[in-house]
Protein backbone atom coordinates (compact mmCIF):
# COMPACT_ATOMS: atom_id res chain seq x y z
CA UNK A 1 0.00 0.00 0.00
CA UNK A 2 1.50 3.25 -0.84
CA UNK A 3 1.43 6.52 1.62
CA UNK A 4 -1.70 7.59 -0.27
CA UNK A 5 -3.29 4.70 -0.05
CA UNK A 6 -3.10 4.58 4.64
CA UNK A 7 -5.51 6.60 6.39
CA UNK A 8 -5.87 6.76 9.93
CA UNK A 9 -7.81 4.22 11.64
CA UNK A 10 -9.67 5.78 15.05
CA UNK A 11 -7.65 4.54 17.77
CA UNK A 12 -9.17 4.26 21.25
CA UNK A 13 -10.54 7.74 22.40
CA UNK A 14 -8.46 7.94 25.30
CA UNK A 15 -5.34 8.47 23.55
CA UNK A 16 -4.43 12.14 23.94
CA UNK A 17 -3.29 13.40 21.01
CA UNK A 18 0.23 15.29 20.81
CA UNK A 19 0.40 19.08 21.86
CA UNK A 20 3.58 21.09 20.28
CA UNK A 21 4.00 24.57 19.08
CA UNK A 22 4.24 26.75 15.88
CA UNK A 23 5.49 29.55 15.18
CA UNK A 24 3.50 33.02 14.14
CA UNK A 25 5.72 35.83 13.33
CA UNK A 26 7.80 34.79 15.63
CA UNK A 27 5.39 34.38 18.10
CA UNK A 28 4.91 30.46 19.62
CA UNK A 29 1.77 29.67 19.49
CA UNK A 30 -0.02 26.49 21.20
CA UNK A 31 -0.93 23.46 18.56
CA UNK A 32 -2.77 19.90 18.66
CA UNK A 33 -1.89 17.18 16.30
CA UNK A 34 -4.62 17.37 13.51
CA UNK A 35 -5.40 20.83 14.04
CA UNK A 36 -5.30 23.14 10.99
CA UNK A 37 -3.36 26.27 11.10
CA UNK A 38 -6.42 28.18 10.91
CA UNK A 39 -7.49 26.30 14.11
CA UNK A 40 -4.66 27.17 15.69
CA UNK A 41 -4.46 31.00 14.69
CA UNK A 42 -8.16 31.00 15.83
CA UNK A 43 -7.97 29.43 19.66
CA UNK A 44 -4.79 32.08 19.74
CA UNK A 45 -7.80 34.72 19.00
CA UNK A 46 -5.84 35.74 16.05
CA UNK A 47 -8.08 36.40 12.95
CA UNK A 48 -6.56 37.78 10.48
CA UNK A 49 -3.02 37.20 9.03
CA UNK A 50 -3.06 38.98 5.11
CA UNK A 51 -4.18 42.51 3.71
CA UNK A 52 -5.72 43.12 0.82
CA UNK A 53 -3.73 44.31 -1.90
CA UNK A 54 -5.54 47.11 -3.10
CA UNK A 55 -7.89 48.31 -0.19
CA UNK A 56 -5.34 47.03 2.73
CA UNK A 57 -8.40 45.46 4.68
CA UNK A 58 -7.76 42.44 6.90
CA UNK A 59 -8.52 38.97 6.08
CA UNK A 60 -8.66 35.80 7.65
CA UNK A 61 -10.62 32.79 8.14
CA UNK A 62 -14.13 33.08 5.69
CA UNK A 63 -15.48 30.29 4.13
CA UNK A 64 -13.20 27.75 6.49
CA UNK A 65 -13.17 24.94 3.91
CA UNK A 66 -11.00 25.80 1.21
CA UNK A 67 -13.17 27.54 -1.21
CA UNK A 68 -12.40 31.04 -0.82
CA UNK A 69 -8.73 31.50 -0.69
CA UNK A 70 -9.14 34.43 2.34
CA UNK A 71 -7.14 32.59 4.81
CA UNK A 72 -3.80 32.66 2.53
CA UNK A 73 -0.59 32.56 4.81
CA UNK A 74 2.86 31.68 4.02
CA UNK A 75 4.03 28.61 5.48
CA UNK A 76 7.45 27.69 5.97
CA UNK A 77 8.30 29.98 3.08
CA UNK A 78 5.78 28.75 0.89
CA UNK A 79 3.58 31.53 0.23
CA UNK A 80 -0.31 31.54 -0.78
CA UNK A 81 -1.19 28.19 1.55
CA UNK A 82 -4.60 27.90 2.69
CA UNK A 83 -4.60 27.84 6.80
CA UNK A 84 -7.57 26.11 6.72
CA UNK A 85 -6.66 23.47 4.51
CA UNK A 86 -2.71 22.88 5.89
CA UNK A 87 -2.26 20.95 9.21
CA UNK A 88 -0.32 22.20 11.89
CA UNK A 89 3.40 20.44 12.30
CA UNK A 90 5.66 21.10 14.92
CA UNK A 91 7.74 24.08 15.01
CA UNK A 92 6.50 25.21 11.30
CA UNK A 93 6.65 28.82 10.83
CA UNK A 94 3.71 31.18 9.75
CA UNK A 95 4.19 34.45 8.72
CA UNK A 96 1.51 36.96 7.84
CA UNK A 97 1.31 38.79 4.34
CA UNK A 98 1.01 42.74 4.87
CA UNK A 99 2.49 45.72 3.83
CA UNK A 100 0.08 45.97 0.97
CA UNK A 101 1.62 42.85 -0.68
CA UNK A 102 -1.33 40.52 -1.76
CA UNK A 103 -0.88 37.56 -2.11
CA UNK A 104 -0.07 37.88 -5.98
CA UNK A 105 3.26 38.62 -5.09
CA UNK A 106 4.65 37.21 -1.67
CA UNK A 107 7.49 35.28 -2.94
CA UNK A 108 10.47 35.13 -0.77
CA UNK A 109 8.78 37.27 1.76
CA UNK A 110 9.62 35.34 4.55
CA UNK A 111 10.40 38.02 7.67
CA UNK A 112 10.98 35.78 10.41
CA UNK B 1 -6.34 20.05 -27.19
CA UNK B 2 -3.17 19.12 -29.01
CA UNK B 3 -1.11 17.40 -31.29
CA UNK B 4 -0.54 14.84 -28.29
CA UNK B 5 -3.65 14.37 -26.37
CA UNK B 6 -3.43 10.58 -25.23
CA UNK B 7 0.06 10.68 -24.28
CA UNK B 8 -0.60 11.34 -20.17
CA UNK B 9 -3.50 8.69 -20.37
CA UNK B 10 -0.72 5.84 -21.50
CA UNK B 11 0.99 6.68 -18.03
CA UNK B 12 -1.76 7.36 -15.75
CA UNK B 13 -3.23 4.54 -14.26
CA UNK B 14 -6.57 3.52 -15.16
CA UNK B 15 -10.02 2.23 -12.98
CA UNK B 16 -13.17 1.04 -13.98
CA UNK B 17 -14.71 3.95 -11.61
CA UNK B 18 -13.19 7.15 -10.40
CA UNK B 19 -15.26 8.72 -8.01
CA UNK B 20 -14.16 11.99 -6.92
CA UNK B 21 -15.17 13.41 -3.62
CA UNK B 22 -15.26 11.03 -0.44
CA UNK B 23 -18.43 12.68 1.46
CA UNK B 24 -21.48 11.40 1.53
CA UNK B 25 -22.48 10.48 -2.35
CA UNK B 26 -18.62 9.64 -2.70
CA UNK B 27 -18.31 7.67 -0.33
CA UNK B 28 -21.21 5.67 -0.74
CA UNK B 29 -20.71 5.60 -4.88
CA UNK B 30 -17.01 4.24 -4.30
CA UNK B 31 -18.11 1.51 -2.33
CA UNK B 32 -21.28 0.26 -3.47
CA UNK B 33 -19.34 0.20 -6.93
CA UNK B 34 -16.17 -1.58 -5.84
CA UNK B 35 -18.46 -4.20 -3.69
CA UNK B 36 -19.90 -4.97 -6.90
CA UNK B 37 -16.53 -5.79 -8.44
CA UNK B 38 -15.31 -2.54 -10.26
CA UNK B 39 -11.78 -1.41 -9.44
CA UNK B 40 -12.77 2.12 -7.89
CA UNK B 41 -10.60 4.83 -7.19
CA UNK B 42 -11.52 7.37 -4.89
CA UNK B 43 -10.18 11.18 -5.22
CA UNK B 44 -10.64 13.45 -2.74
CA UNK B 45 -9.22 16.74 -1.51
CA UNK B 46 -10.14 15.98 2.64
CA UNK B 47 -7.78 14.42 4.75
CA UNK B 48 -9.46 11.76 5.67
CA UNK B 49 -13.23 10.51 4.89
CA UNK B 50 -16.37 12.02 5.23
CA UNK B 51 -16.82 15.43 3.47
CA UNK B 52 -17.80 18.62 4.83
CA UNK B 53 -20.84 16.91 6.27
CA UNK B 54 -19.15 14.30 8.61
CA UNK B 55 -16.31 16.41 8.96
CA UNK B 56 -14.53 15.64 12.20
CA UNK B 57 -11.34 15.57 14.14
CA UNK B 58 -8.26 13.91 12.66
CA UNK B 59 -8.28 9.99 12.87
CA UNK B 60 -4.92 9.30 14.27
CA UNK B 61 -5.25 12.18 16.59
CA UNK B 62 -8.79 11.58 18.36
CA UNK B 63 -10.03 14.40 20.46
CA UNK B 64 -12.95 12.54 22.51
CA UNK B 65 -15.68 11.49 20.43
CA UNK B 66 -15.63 11.85 16.93
CA UNK B 67 -19.68 12.06 16.24
CA UNK B 68 -20.13 15.11 18.63
CA UNK B 69 -22.34 17.21 16.19
CA UNK B 70 -23.56 14.36 14.05
CA UNK B 71 -26.75 13.07 13.30
CA UNK B 72 -26.71 10.09 11.18
CA UNK B 73 -23.38 9.21 11.76
CA UNK B 74 -23.77 5.36 12.11
CA UNK B 75 -24.03 5.60 8.38
CA UNK B 76 -20.63 7.40 8.08
CA UNK B 77 -19.25 4.48 10.57
CA UNK B 78 -20.71 1.95 8.55
CA UNK B 79 -19.12 3.33 5.19
CA UNK B 80 -15.89 4.60 6.46
CA UNK B 81 -15.14 0.85 7.84
CA UNK B 82 -16.78 -0.72 3.84
CA UNK B 83 -13.80 1.68 2.52
CA UNK B 84 -11.40 0.52 4.50
CA UNK B 85 -11.83 -3.02 4.15
CA UNK B 86 -12.24 -2.36 0.54
CA UNK B 87 -8.66 -0.32 0.61
CA UNK B 88 -7.12 -3.28 2.55
CA UNK B 89 -8.34 -5.95 -0.41
CA UNK B 90 -6.90 -3.54 -3.29
CA UNK B 91 -10.40 -3.20 -4.77
CA UNK B 92 -10.32 1.38 -3.85
CA UNK B 93 -7.27 2.94 -4.25
CA UNK B 94 -7.92 5.62 -1.95
CA UNK B 95 -5.72 9.62 -2.78
CA UNK B 96 -7.15 11.92 -0.13
CA UNK B 97 -5.82 15.72 -0.48
CA UNK B 98 -5.98 16.15 -3.62
CA UNK B 99 -8.01 18.30 -6.28
CA UNK B 100 -8.67 17.30 -9.40
CA UNK B 101 -7.31 20.72 -11.58
CA UNK B 102 -8.48 19.28 -15.29
CA UNK B 103 -10.38 16.89 -16.68
CA UNK B 104 -9.23 15.33 -20.09
CA UNK B 105 -12.24 14.25 -21.86
CA UNK B 106 -11.78 11.07 -24.53
CA UNK B 107 -10.83 11.15 -27.91
CA UNK B 108 -13.73 11.01 -30.34
CA UNK B 109 -14.70 7.68 -30.53
CA UNK B 110 -13.37 6.04 -27.83
CA UNK B 111 -15.40 3.16 -25.92
CA UNK B 112 -15.31 3.33 -22.88
CA UNK B 113 -15.56 7.01 -22.93
CA UNK B 114 -12.87 7.69 -20.36
CA UNK B 115 -11.93 10.58 -18.79
CA UNK B 116 -8.59 11.59 -17.18
CA UNK B 117 -8.72 13.26 -14.17
CA UNK B 118 -5.24 15.43 -13.31
CA UNK B 119 -4.35 15.56 -9.73
CA UNK B 120 -2.63 18.88 -7.91
CA UNK B 121 -2.46 18.46 -3.78
CA UNK B 122 -4.67 20.12 -1.80
CA UNK B 123 -1.73 22.41 -0.18
CA UNK B 124 2.25 22.34 -0.34
CA UNK B 125 3.48 18.60 1.16
CA UNK B 126 -0.08 17.36 0.95
CA UNK B 127 1.04 14.26 -0.45
CA UNK B 128 3.67 13.50 2.07
CA UNK B 129 5.96 13.03 -0.58
CA UNK B 130 4.64 9.57 -1.54
CA UNK B 131 4.61 8.70 -5.11
CA UNK B 132 1.10 9.17 -6.08
CA UNK B 133 0.07 9.70 -9.42
CA UNK B 134 -0.57 12.79 -11.03
CA UNK B 135 -3.31 11.56 -12.94
CA UNK B 136 -5.92 8.74 -12.85
CA UNK B 137 -8.34 7.33 -15.48
CA UNK B 138 -11.79 6.25 -15.26
CA UNK B 139 -13.69 4.33 -17.84
CA UNK B 140 -16.68 5.56 -15.80
CA UNK B 141 -16.61 8.61 -13.80
CA UNK B 142 -18.56 9.68 -10.52
CA UNK B 143 -18.43 13.27 -9.22
CA UNK B 144 -19.74 14.17 -5.90
CA UNK B 145 -17.95 17.46 -5.50
CA UNK B 146 -20.51 18.71 -3.00
CA UNK B 147 -20.82 22.00 -2.27
CA UNK B 148 -20.44 25.34 0.25
CA UNK B 149 -22.47 27.92 1.87
CA UNK B 150 -23.93 30.09 -0.54
CA UNK B 151 -23.14 33.85 0.53
CA UNK B 152 -24.76 37.39 -0.08
CA UNK B 153 -22.87 40.33 0.37
CA UNK B 154 -24.24 42.52 3.11
CA UNK B 155 -22.14 46.19 4.38
CA UNK B 156 -19.39 45.11 6.16
CA UNK B 157 -19.47 41.17 5.97
CA UNK B 158 -15.55 41.19 4.51
CA UNK B 159 -14.50 41.97 8.35
CA UNK B 160 -12.61 39.51 10.22
CA UNK B 161 -15.03 37.74 12.45
CA UNK B 162 -17.52 37.04 9.88
CA UNK B 163 -17.30 33.33 8.64
CA UNK B 164 -19.75 31.47 6.46
CA UNK B 165 -21.83 29.41 8.56
CA UNK B 166 -20.15 26.26 7.26
CA UNK B 167 -16.74 27.48 8.23
CA UNK B 168 -17.49 28.08 11.90
CA UNK B 169 -19.41 24.26 12.03
CA UNK B 170 -15.83 23.07 10.27
CA UNK B 171 -14.00 24.49 13.16
CA UNK B 172 -16.29 23.12 15.52
CA UNK B 173 -16.62 19.58 13.96
CA UNK B 174 -13.04 19.25 12.96
CA UNK B 175 -10.96 21.03 15.30
CA UNK B 176 -13.56 21.62 18.48
CA UNK B 177 -12.13 25.30 17.74
CA UNK B 178 -14.86 27.76 18.83
CA UNK B 179 -14.69 30.96 16.15
CA UNK B 180 -15.92 33.95 18.65
CA UNK B 181 -17.57 33.88 21.97
CA UNK B 182 -20.34 35.80 21.45
CA UNK B 183 -21.94 35.04 18.44
CA UNK B 184 -24.81 35.35 16.05
CA UNK B 185 -26.32 33.04 12.96
CA UNK B 186 -28.37 34.40 10.14
CA UNK B 187 -28.84 33.72 6.44
CA UNK B 188 -32.20 31.39 5.76
CA UNK B 189 -32.37 27.75 5.70
CA UNK B 190 -32.50 24.86 8.26
CA UNK B 191 -28.59 24.61 8.37
CA UNK B 192 -28.40 27.76 10.50
CA UNK B 193 -29.93 25.47 13.57
CA UNK B 194 -26.87 22.78 13.72
CA UNK B 195 -24.62 25.85 13.63
CA UNK B 196 -25.92 28.03 16.54
CA UNK B 197 -27.05 25.18 18.78
CA UNK B 198 -23.20 23.84 17.77
CA UNK B 199 -22.03 27.14 19.08
CA UNK B 200 -23.66 27.05 21.95
CA UNK B 201 -23.08 23.70 23.18
CA UNK B 202 -19.47 24.27 22.71
CA UNK B 203 -19.73 27.02 25.26
CA UNK B 204 -20.21 30.33 22.78
CA UNK B 205 -23.17 32.91 23.98
CA UNK B 206 -25.24 32.69 20.73
CA UNK B 207 -27.22 36.06 20.41
CA UNK B 208 -29.80 34.71 18.00
CA UNK B 209 -30.46 33.12 14.90
CA UNK B 210 -32.03 35.35 12.35
CA UNK B 211 -33.67 33.31 9.75
CA UNK B 212 -34.53 35.86 6.80
CA UNK B 213 -37.81 33.54 5.93
CA UNK B 214 -40.48 32.26 8.00
CA UNK B 215 -40.80 28.32 9.09
CA UNK B 216 -44.59 29.01 8.03
CA UNK B 217 -43.52 28.49 4.70
CA UNK B 218 -42.99 25.16 5.40
CA UNK B 219 -46.71 24.35 5.40
CA UNK B 220 -47.29 24.60 1.55
CA UNK B 221 -46.52 21.46 1.62
CA UNK B 222 -46.74 19.04 4.59
CA UNK B 223 -46.97 16.04 2.98
CA UNK B 224 -43.32 16.73 1.70
CA UNK B 225 -42.25 17.22 5.29
CA UNK B 226 -44.22 14.04 6.39
CA UNK B 227 -42.56 12.26 3.79
CA UNK B 228 -38.92 12.02 5.39
CA UNK B 229 -40.06 11.91 9.27
CA UNK B 230 -36.33 11.50 10.62
CA UNK B 231 -35.90 15.58 9.41
CA UNK B 232 -38.88 16.11 11.46
CA UNK B 233 -36.94 14.47 14.45
CA UNK B 234 -34.04 16.41 13.48
CA UNK B 235 -35.66 19.94 13.97
CA UNK B 236 -37.59 18.86 17.22
CA UNK B 237 -34.01 17.94 18.39
CA UNK B 238 -32.61 21.68 17.06
CA UNK B 239 -35.86 22.95 18.61
CA UNK B 240 -35.18 21.97 21.95
CA UNK B 241 -31.20 22.66 21.73
CA UNK B 242 -32.31 26.45 21.21
CA UNK B 243 -34.78 26.68 23.67
CA UNK B 244 -32.04 24.76 26.32
CA UNK B 245 -29.58 27.36 25.75
CA UNK B 246 -32.09 30.34 25.60
CA UNK B 247 -31.71 31.53 21.86
CA UNK B 248 -33.90 33.49 20.67
CA UNK B 249 -35.16 32.58 16.42
CA UNK B 250 -35.81 35.55 14.81
CA UNK B 251 -37.82 34.70 11.90
CA UNK B 252 -38.35 37.40 8.59
CA UNK B 253 -35.16 39.09 10.67
CA UNK B 254 -31.58 39.72 8.91
CA UNK B 255 -28.15 40.98 9.28
CA UNK B 256 -28.26 43.87 6.98
CA UNK B 257 -25.28 45.86 8.38
CA UNK B 258 -22.28 44.65 10.24
CA UNK B 259 -19.50 46.96 12.09
CA UNK B 260 -16.42 47.19 13.43
CA UNK B 261 -12.63 48.19 12.37
CA UNK B 262 -10.49 45.65 12.01
CA UNK B 263 -12.93 43.06 13.51
CA UNK B 264 -16.42 42.62 13.75
CA UNK B 265 -18.13 44.63 16.52
CA UNK B 266 -21.85 44.52 16.13
CA UNK B 267 -24.29 43.84 13.72
CA UNK B 268 -27.35 45.80 12.49
CA UNK B 269 -30.72 43.49 12.23
CA UNK B 270 -33.99 44.62 10.27
CA UNK B 271 -37.19 42.85 10.21
CA UNK B 272 -37.78 41.62 6.39
CA UNK B 273 -41.32 41.90 4.39
CA UNK B 274 -42.20 38.74 2.45
CA UNK B 275 -40.01 40.50 -0.43
CA UNK B 276 -36.90 40.70 1.67
CA UNK B 277 -37.14 44.84 1.94
CA UNK B 278 -36.36 46.80 5.17
CA UNK B 279 -39.68 46.99 7.20
CA UNK B 280 -38.00 48.49 9.77
CA UNK B 281 -35.23 48.30 12.38
CA UNK B 282 -34.37 45.80 14.73
CA UNK B 283 -31.83 47.01 16.92
CA UNK B 284 -28.18 46.79 17.06
CA UNK B 285 -25.91 43.68 18.65
CA UNK B 286 -22.87 43.41 20.17
CA UNK B 287 -21.51 40.25 18.61
CA UNK B 288 -17.46 39.47 17.74
CA UNK B 289 -18.53 36.22 15.19
CA UNK B 290 -21.18 36.03 12.50
CA UNK B 291 -22.05 32.99 10.87
CA UNK B 292 -23.99 33.47 7.44
CA UNK B 293 -25.42 31.43 5.19
CA UNK B 294 -28.10 31.42 2.61
CA UNK B 295 -28.56 27.53 1.48
CA UNK B 296 -26.05 26.28 -0.51
CA UNK B 297 -24.04 26.16 -3.74
CA UNK B 298 -23.00 23.24 -5.40
CA UNK B 299 -19.59 23.20 -6.81
CA UNK B 300 -20.10 22.35 -10.67
CA UNK B 301 -16.74 23.01 -12.10
CA UNK B 302 -15.64 19.28 -12.83
CA UNK B 303 -19.22 19.13 -14.52
CA UNK B 304 -18.67 21.75 -16.87
CA UNK B 305 -15.59 20.83 -17.31
CA UNK B 306 -16.33 17.20 -18.81
CA UNK B 307 -19.11 19.26 -20.79
CA UNK B 308 -22.26 17.84 -19.26
CA UNK B 309 -25.40 20.11 -19.82
CA UNK B 310 -26.53 22.10 -16.72
CA UNK B 311 -29.65 23.75 -15.14
CA UNK B 312 -30.87 26.16 -12.53
CA UNK B 313 -32.61 24.27 -9.68
CA UNK B 314 -35.24 25.74 -7.55
CA UNK B 315 -32.82 27.09 -5.33
CA UNK B 316 -31.27 29.35 -7.91
CA UNK B 317 -28.44 27.02 -8.24
CA UNK B 318 -26.75 25.57 -11.09
CA UNK B 319 -26.90 21.78 -11.03
CA UNK B 320 -26.06 18.78 -13.08
CA UNK B 321 -28.53 17.68 -15.53
CA UNK B 322 -28.81 13.80 -14.60
CA UNK B 323 -31.41 10.72 -15.66
CA UNK B 324 -32.84 8.58 -13.68
CA UNK B 325 -29.53 6.68 -13.02
CA UNK B 326 -27.48 9.62 -12.32
CA UNK B 327 -26.39 9.82 -15.78
CA UNK B 328 -24.67 13.15 -17.38
CA UNK B 329 -25.31 14.20 -20.62
CA UNK B 330 -22.18 12.81 -21.44
CA UNK B 331 -21.31 9.35 -22.02
CA UNK B 332 -19.03 8.12 -19.32
CA UNK B 333 -19.70 10.87 -16.69
CA UNK B 334 -22.42 10.34 -13.50
CA UNK B 335 -23.14 12.92 -11.07
CA UNK B 336 -24.36 12.50 -7.29
CA UNK B 337 -25.03 14.36 -4.61
CA UNK B 338 -25.57 18.33 -3.79
CA UNK B 339 -24.20 19.03 -7.88
CA UNK B 340 -27.63 17.14 -9.20
CA UNK B 341 -29.64 19.78 -6.39
CA UNK B 342 -28.77 20.52 -3.02
CA UNK B 343 -30.74 18.09 -0.48
CA UNK B 344 -28.66 16.98 2.40
CA UNK B 345 -26.57 13.95 2.78
CA UNK B 346 -29.16 11.62 2.94
CA UNK B 347 -30.50 12.06 -0.43
CA UNK B 348 -26.84 12.47 -1.81
CA UNK B 349 -25.90 8.62 -0.08
CA UNK B 350 -29.08 7.21 -1.70
CA UNK B 351 -28.01 9.14 -5.04
CA UNK B 352 -23.79 8.02 -4.63
CA UNK B 353 -25.43 4.43 -3.59
CA UNK B 354 -27.34 4.49 -7.13
CA UNK B 355 -24.00 6.23 -8.86
CA UNK B 356 -22.34 3.23 -8.33
CA UNK B 357 -24.68 0.44 -8.76
CA UNK B 358 -25.89 1.87 -12.25
CA UNK B 359 -21.72 2.29 -12.62
CA UNK B 360 -21.39 -1.06 -12.46
CA UNK B 361 -24.17 -2.39 -14.52
CA UNK B 362 -23.08 -0.33 -17.22
CA UNK B 363 -19.65 -2.22 -16.73
CA UNK B 364 -21.44 -5.35 -17.30
CA UNK B 365 -22.03 -6.52 -13.23
CA UNK B 366 -24.89 -8.07 -12.26
CA UNK B 367 -26.94 -5.99 -9.92
CA UNK B 368 -30.39 -6.13 -8.59
CA UNK B 369 -32.87 -4.01 -10.13
CA UNK B 370 -34.90 -3.79 -7.19
CA UNK B 371 -32.20 -1.87 -5.13
CA UNK B 372 -32.48 0.50 -7.83
CA UNK B 373 -35.89 0.91 -7.66
CA UNK B 374 -35.76 1.35 -4.16
CA UNK B 375 -32.89 3.76 -4.39
CA UNK B 376 -34.93 5.74 -7.39
CA UNK B 377 -38.29 5.94 -4.60
CA UNK B 378 -36.04 7.14 -1.99
CA UNK B 379 -34.49 9.88 -4.09
CA UNK B 380 -37.93 11.17 -5.38
CA UNK B 381 -39.16 11.18 -1.59
CA UNK B 382 -36.08 13.41 -0.57
CA UNK B 383 -35.89 15.42 -3.76
CA UNK B 384 -39.97 16.37 -2.67
CA UNK B 385 -38.80 17.65 1.11
CA UNK B 386 -35.69 19.39 -0.35
CA UNK B 387 -37.77 21.54 -2.71
CA UNK B 388 -40.10 21.82 0.38
CA UNK B 389 -36.84 23.34 2.05
CA UNK B 390 -36.51 25.67 -1.04
CA UNK B 391 -39.57 27.09 -0.96
CA UNK B 392 -39.27 28.02 2.61
CA UNK B 393 -36.24 29.29 2.64
CA UNK B 394 -35.51 31.51 -0.39
CA UNK B 395 -32.91 33.76 -0.89
CA UNK B 396 -35.01 37.28 0.10
CA UNK B 397 -35.88 38.82 -2.92
CA UNK B 398 -34.99 42.09 -2.31
CA UNK B 399 -31.70 41.13 -0.26
CA UNK B 400 -29.54 44.06 -2.52
CA UNK B 401 -31.39 46.98 -1.42
CA UNK B 402 -29.82 46.72 2.03
CA UNK B 403 -26.26 47.05 0.21
CA UNK B 404 -24.62 50.49 0.15
CA UNK B 405 -22.41 51.48 -2.95
CA UNK B 406 -19.24 51.06 -2.00
CA UNK B 407 -20.68 47.17 0.30
CA UNK B 408 -17.54 44.67 -1.23
CA UNK B 409 -19.51 42.58 -3.69
CA UNK B 410 -16.27 40.47 -4.76
CA UNK B 411 -13.65 39.72 -1.70
CA UNK B 412 -11.12 38.86 -4.01
CA UNK B 413 -10.74 42.03 -6.16
CA UNK B 414 -12.49 43.92 -3.87
CA UNK B 415 -15.74 45.30 -6.19
CA UNK B 416 -18.00 47.51 -4.93
CA UNK B 417 -21.77 47.26 -5.19
CA UNK B 418 -21.33 50.79 -7.24
CA UNK B 419 -18.70 49.07 -9.20
CA UNK B 420 -21.05 46.17 -10.21
CA UNK B 421 -23.51 48.48 -11.03
CA UNK B 422 -21.85 51.09 -12.96
CA UNK B 423 -20.63 48.35 -15.33
CA UNK B 424 -23.98 47.75 -16.51
CA UNK B 425 -25.84 51.74 -15.94
CA UNK B 426 -22.41 53.37 -17.68
CA UNK B 427 -20.81 50.17 -19.69
CA UNK B 428 -23.87 48.36 -20.74
CA UNK B 429 -23.36 45.07 -19.31
CA UNK B 430 -26.55 43.30 -19.87
CA UNK B 431 -25.70 39.70 -17.85
CA UNK B 432 -23.51 38.18 -15.43
CA UNK B 433 -20.61 36.93 -17.69
CA UNK B 434 -20.21 40.85 -19.22
CA UNK B 435 -20.55 42.39 -15.63
CA UNK B 436 -17.48 40.09 -14.96
CA UNK B 437 -15.32 41.30 -17.64
CA UNK B 438 -15.62 44.62 -16.71
CA UNK B 439 -16.04 44.97 -13.47
CA UNK B 440 -14.03 41.84 -12.66
CA UNK B 441 -16.13 40.36 -9.64
CA UNK B 442 -15.35 36.72 -10.01
CA UNK B 443 -11.88 36.99 -11.15
CA UNK B 444 -9.98 36.09 -8.11
CA UNK B 445 -8.70 33.79 -6.04
CA UNK B 446 -11.98 31.91 -5.86
CA UNK B 447 -12.73 32.38 -8.76
CA UNK B 448 -16.34 33.79 -8.26
CA UNK B 449 -17.61 30.97 -6.17
CA UNK B 450 -18.10 33.00 -3.57
CA UNK B 451 -19.59 36.30 -5.47
CA UNK B 452 -20.75 34.12 -8.27
CA UNK B 453 -24.34 33.91 -7.22
CA UNK B 454 -24.84 37.20 -6.10
CA UNK B 455 -23.29 38.94 -8.83
CA UNK B 456 -25.50 36.62 -10.97
CA UNK B 457 -28.34 37.99 -9.17
CA UNK B 458 -27.76 41.44 -9.33
CA UNK B 459 -27.43 41.50 -12.95
CA UNK B 460 -30.35 40.21 -13.63
CA UNK B 461 -32.02 42.16 -10.79
CA UNK B 462 -30.47 45.07 -12.86
CA UNK B 463 -32.16 44.05 -15.87
CA UNK B 464 -35.40 43.62 -14.18
CA UNK B 465 -35.37 39.72 -14.96
CA UNK B 466 -35.54 36.59 -13.04
CA UNK B 467 -32.34 34.91 -12.79
CA UNK B 468 -30.64 32.03 -15.71
CA UNK B 469 -28.93 29.21 -15.50
CA UNK B 470 -26.94 31.54 -17.76
CA UNK B 471 -26.03 34.04 -15.70
CA UNK B 472 -24.46 31.17 -13.24
CA UNK B 473 -22.74 29.28 -16.37
CA UNK B 474 -19.75 32.10 -15.86
CA UNK B 475 -19.58 31.16 -12.66
CA UNK B 476 -19.26 27.34 -13.25
CA UNK B 477 -16.98 27.01 -16.05
CA UNK B 478 -13.18 27.57 -15.37
CA UNK B 479 -10.57 26.48 -17.46
CA UNK B 480 -8.78 24.70 -14.15
CA UNK B 481 -10.93 23.45 -11.31
CA UNK B 482 -7.99 24.29 -8.64
CA UNK B 483 -5.15 27.08 -8.99
CA UNK B 484 -1.83 25.09 -10.23
CA UNK B 485 1.28 26.45 -10.52
CA UNK B 486 2.95 27.22 -13.84
CA UNK B 487 5.24 24.37 -13.66
CA UNK B 488 2.62 21.82 -13.69
CA UNK B 489 0.72 23.33 -16.49
CA UNK B 490 3.63 23.08 -18.27
CA UNK B 491 4.11 19.17 -17.21
CA UNK B 492 0.16 18.92 -17.44
CA UNK B 493 -2.04 17.34 -19.99
CA UNK B 494 -0.57 19.16 -23.32
CA UNK B 495 3.35 18.20 -22.86
CA UNK B 496 4.29 15.01 -21.16
Known amino acids: ?112 | MTEHPRDITATSPRYDVAVVGAGPAGLAAAVTAAEAGCRVVLVDAGQQPGGQYWRHPDETAPRGDESLGHHDWSTFAGLRTRLHGLVRRQRITYLPRRQVWFVQRPSTGDEPPAHTLHLTTAYAGADGGDDGPDAVTGDAVILCPGGYDRQLPIPGWDLPGVMAAGGVQALLKGHRTVAGRRAIVAGTGPFLLPVATGLAQAGADVVAVCEAGSITGWSRDPLAAAAVPGKGREALEYATALIRHRIPYRQRTAITAIRGTDTVQSVELSRLDREGRIRKQAGTVDVDLVALGWGFTPSLELVTATGAATRKDIDDSLVAVVDEEQRATVPGIYVAGEATGVGGAVLAVAEGELAGLITARDQRAAVSQESVRALQKRITRHRRFAAAMHTAHPVPRHWHDWLHPETTVCRCEEVSYQQVCGARDDLGAGDARTVKLMARPGMGWCQGRVCGFASAKLAAAREGRALTADDLRPTAKQPFAAPISLEQLAEGPQHE
Open chain 1, 1 to 112: MSPAQQHGTPDAATTEPERFEVVFDGRPLPAIAGQSVGSVLTDAGIRSWRTTRTQLRPRGLFCGIGVCYECLITVDGEPNQRACLVPARPGMALSSTVLGNGPFDTAGETDD
